[in-house]
């Protein structure tokens, strides 16, 4: 994987031509390799050459929005590392479009380039959204079944710094959940309905008035793509 590779990738996506199988697959089979060897929570260390680190929410198969977020803040590099936290897919219409420009970015910059499973990388989403017929029909069932094995190995959460927890859900029933606790859930699987694995991926509703930072024992603040519902009436912003 080079960057003239991957900046050939986005112009020959942004016309709508099609990846030839073969360096999808390639694509594919790599990133696969290295969610496996990562842990569920992904310790980030941010290099000092870096002044920033960016952190992207959804983007749902908009893949022009993607082009215009590199275009305002910069393309993935070893000095301006991204993290993709979650919901990769479904809904727009070029959802393969987007994961494979972020899986080859992985591929390109394994250590600073990171991606977070979001609820939406799971089969019955996938189903119900659109992302296993896009599949389908721009490649084979073959893919999409590759797929799903890459979104099983997604880690869950990232913390940059040991300062800054980055999941896509939100925060846990009860307080005092230490980060270690997180390292040791068995990822390699759709999501359950319910425990620690469903927590990180959606959003769970907390009573009125608990701080959402006290979820988290250790931690100094956490990032999280909505927040629980409904709002706390104190958060601690310090």
């Known amino acids: ?16 031509k099609k990846l030839h199988r073969k360096y999808a697959y390639k694509i594919l089979l790599r990133s ?3 969610f496996e060897a990562q842990p569920s929570l992904v310790a980030v260390s941010i290099p000092d050459s870096s002044d920033r680190f960016t ?12 082009l215009n977020i590199f ?7 070893q000095d301006n590392p991204y993290l993709f936290n979650g919901d990769f897919v479904d809904r727009g219409s070029f959802s393969v479009e987007v994961i494979l420009s972020l899986l080859g970015f992985k591929v390109l910059y394994p250590d600073h380039f990171f991606m977070s499973r979001g609820n939406h990388e799971s089969i019955n989403m996938n ?25 099983n ?8 710094q040991s300062r800054v927890l980055v999941t896509h859900g939100g925060l846990f029933s009860r307080d005092g959940v230490k980060v270690s606790e997180l390292v040791d859930i068995d990822r390699n699987r759709q999501p359950p309905e319910e425990g620690w694995y469903s927590t990180v991926l959606r959003p769970l509703r907390r009573k009125v ?30």
């Open 1 to 16: 994987m080079a960057v003239e590779f991957m900046t050939g990738l986005l112009d020959w996506l942004k016309e709508e």
């Open 153 to 160: 190995w997604l880690p869950l959460a990232h913390l940059l």
């Open 71 to 77: 275009t305002l803040n910069g393309l993935p590099s």
């Open 209 to 238: 008035g608990t701080p959402l930072y006290s979820a988290l024992s250790g931690g100094r603040l956490v990032l999280q793509r909505t927040p629980p519902s409904p709002l706390p009436t104190a958060v601690d912003h310090s």
């Open 55 to 66: 952190v992207c929410g959804d983007i749902h198969g908009q893949f022009y929005d993607l």
């Open 127 to 151: 189903q119900m959204y659109g992302f296993e017929g896009e599949v389908r029909a721009k490649y084979s069932q073959q893919m999409w079944d590759l797929f799903t094995e890459i979104f």
């Open 32 to 34: 696969k390799e290295i």
